[in-house]
């Protein structure tokens, strides 16, 4: 079992900047997982951001926020991290940590909400104009 805690969201202005954190717990190792975020607005389809494989702390970020949002993660305090620069109304969702107990990396399945085993209860972000 992995738990996953989001923090860090709130109320900001456009071109604001915001850190949101997950806090990474549990019995299993995720030595080997792939951990992500995802947003979901209303109305709207959970959406892949980034990811990240714990291992080696390899990267892979949606085209949609490359350059502007960055996966990072703090080993020591199993802590997943994304900081995300010049906000926009449009980021404005729920967001979510996501862990893949066993990440494919063929044909961007990390992309996928349907191969994450384990979900927290997300954090809101609202962009205002």
């Known amino acids: 079992q992995v738990q996953l805690v989001e923090s860090g969201g709130g109320l900001v202005q456009a071109g604001d900047s915001l850190r949101l954190s997950c806090a990474v717990s549990?019995?299993?190792?995720?030595?080997?997982?792939?951990l992500a975020w995802f947003r979901q607005a209303p109305g709207q389809e959970r959406e892949f951001l980034a990811h990240?494989?714990?291992?080696?702390?390899?990267?892979y970020t949606a085209d949609t926020v490359k350059g502007r949002f960055t996966v990072s993660k703090d080993n020591a305090k199993n802590m997943l991290h994304l900081q995300m620069n010049a906000l926009k109304p449009e980021d404005t969702a729920v967001y979510y940590c996501?862990?893949?107990?066993?990440?494919?990396?063929?044909?961007?399945?990390?992309?996928?909400?349907?191969?994450?085993?384990?979900w927290g209860q997300g954090t809101q972000v609202t962009v205002s104009s």
């Open positions: 549990g019995r299993t190792t995720i030595r080997y997982a792939g």
């Open positions: 990240l494989r714990w291992s080696d702390s390899g990267t």
């Open positions: 996501a862990a893949d107990m066993n990440p494919s990396y063929v044909n961007s399945n990390y992309e996928r909400a349907v191969e994450y085993d384990y």
